[in-house]
């Protein structure tokens, strides 16, 4: 199982961005925007997932971050999870393996090719 790798959905981004835009975009989709909005300097991780006009863009821990954008990438399972394992040696990787899967984020399972 560790050399399996994971297809994503098409429209999944993971973007680390050194200030908490996902907060200004939801400002700005609102229905009441502020005369003023200061971006204070705070290293947010984000997923972004959508597709058809719509999309969602949520906030995920370093390591849950560092698992899934490796995923995305085209690692394997435990590429992916040293990643995560480097950001949080206490980083459950089988729960998170678990939620990618919750999230219906996963459109296919690849096998290992043969002799690797």
Do not use: W
């Not at 995305?72 to 729960?95: L, V």
Request: no cysteine.
């Amino acid at each position: 199982m560790p050399d399996v790798k994971l297809a994503l959905q098409p429209g999944t981004r993971y973007l680390k961005a050194d200030r908490p835009v996902d907060e200004l975009v939801r400002v700005r989709l609102g229905e009441r925007i502020p005369d003023s909005f200061a971006l204070e300097h705070r290293a947010v991780f984000l997923e972004v997932t959508g597709a058809r006009g719509s999309f969602h863009v949520g906030r995920l821990d370093q390591p849950v971050y560092a698992f899934r954008a490796r995923l995305a990438a085209g690692e394997s399972i435990a590429s992916a999870a040293d990643s995560a394992f480097t950001a949080d040696t206490e980083f459950e990787a089988g729960r998170a393996l678990a939620s990618v899967f919750a999230d219906r984020l996963v459109t296919a399972i690849i096998p290992p090719a043969a002799g690797a």
